[in-house]
Each structure stands twice: as structure tokens, then as C-alpha cells.
């Protein structure tokens, strides 16, 4: 079994900041790409940003220069530090991950639970 689990969102000001957490455990072979998405109410998911094993990174046009996407050393982490937060940015944030849970086994895409960001003008 696989989970993904996050941490970090919550209630902000317009121009504030917040750091989303995920870890992923369980039966990990391998992590590859992880990521962040985002789904506002009546919205469909939008991917916000992603990153690679070697750290090549992906933004949405809508959040470049405000979000930076990073993981840990161990590669089973990924977070999203949010800064210059605007109302718009407010949305239920899904980190997924690309893993592989043996070496001959296929490469599946797990999500998280979702966390709750609110930025108020």
C-alpha cells in the first residue's frame, strides 16, 4: 500500500506565504516525478507545478515566480513554497507522485488526500 500524505495549507492574506508538504510512504520501489495540482470550486484540476528525479522542474504560467517546487534528498518528499499568494491561487492542492512499487512492476500515479489553501483579499 501507498499513501501520500500533506501538510501546510491554511488561511492567508493576499502577498502572504505558505509551505505545502507531501510524503509519500508504503510499499515505494521507486519514486519518480512528483507534483502539485490544484482545484478551485466548480474548476477543473489544474497541475501547478512538477518536478523529476534529477530536479527538473514544471510551472503553470499562472504561478511562475511566485511558487518554487522542491523535493527531499530521499526523493520520497515533495513540497511547494507559495509565496506572493493572490485570491486566485485559493483551491484544494492534490500532490501526486509517479511510482513504481517493485523493479519489473508498472509505474502508477498516486494522489494525496488534498489541503485546503485560502488566500483572503
Known amino acids: 500500500q501507498v499513501q501520500l500524505v500533506e501538510s501546510g495549507g491554511g488561511l492567508v492574506q493576499a502577498g502572504g506565504s505558505l509551505r505545502l508538504s507531501c510524503v509519500a510512504s508504503?510499499?515505494?520501489?521507486?519514486?519518480?516525478?512528483m507534483g502539485w495540482y490544484r482545484q478551485a470550486p466548480g474548476k477543473q484540476r489544474d497541475l501547478v507545478a512538477t518536478?523529476?528525479?534529477?530536479?527538473?522542474?514544471n510551472y503553470a504560467d499562472s504561478v511562475k515566480g511566485r511558487f518554487t517546487i522542491s523535493r527531499d534528498n530521499g526523493k520520497t518528499s515533495v513540497y511547494l513554497q507559495m509565496n506572493s499568494l493572490k485570491p486566485e491561487d485559493t483551491a484544494v492542492y492534490y500532490c501526486?507522485?509517479?511510482?513504481?512499487?517493485?523493479?519489473?512492476?508498472?509505474?502508477?500515479?498516486?494522489w494525496g488526500q488534498g489541503t485546503q489553501v485560502t488566500v483572503s483579499s
Open positions: 501526486y507522485a509517479n511510482i513504481r512499487r517493485s523493479y519489473y512492476g508498472p509505474e502508477n500515479v498516486y
Open positions: 508504503g510499499n515505494i520501489f521507486r519514486v519518480n516525478d
Open positions: 518536478i523529476t528525479t534529477s530536479g527538473g522542474t
